[in-house]
């Protein structure tokens, strides 16, 4: 089954404790929701720049930053997309990039399997 990366962009974190609790308790729900098909909730990205030239190593602030990702496997890119649909971080403005992920070897011609 094609495993697909959610990489989550921008929103605003909640405003206080009470909030940040309650929008925490309903990203827990999504993604328990998503049962075996959650291969990795992955993580939050606290902080990030954009390096944009790879000889000066120049970096820059993100305008639609990566905030997180997360794993899942699915049947096709039409069945990712509808799990993420349900996903809290539209409610904070935030939005998911979904991209299914190709085993290194498909890519490079190796014969050695891996999966991404």
């Not at 990366?5 to 993604?31: I, N, S, V, Y």
């Not at 639609?64 to 971080?89: F, H, K, Q, V, W």
Request: one cysteine or more; hydrophobic letters at 35%; charged letters at 25%.
């Amino acid at each position: 089954m094609p495993r697909y990366l959610l990489a989550f962009h921008g929103g605003k974190p909640p405003k206080d404790q009470e909030q940040m609790a309650d929008f925490m308790t309903r990203w827990r729900q999504w993604a328990g929701g998503l049962g075996s098909s959650l291969a990795d909730e992955g993580a939050v990205l606290s902080r990030s720049m954009l390096v944009t030239d790879a000889h000066k190593g120049t970096a820059e602030p993100c305008e639609n930053r990566l905030t997180g990702y997360s794993l899942i496997d699915a049947g096709s890119l039409d069945e990712a997309i509808g799990m993420a649909r349900g996903c809290p971080i539209f409610e904070v403005g935030g939005s998911i990039e979904v991209g299914e992920l190709m085993d290194a070897s498909m890519a490079t011609g190796s014969s050695e399997k891996s999966r991404a």
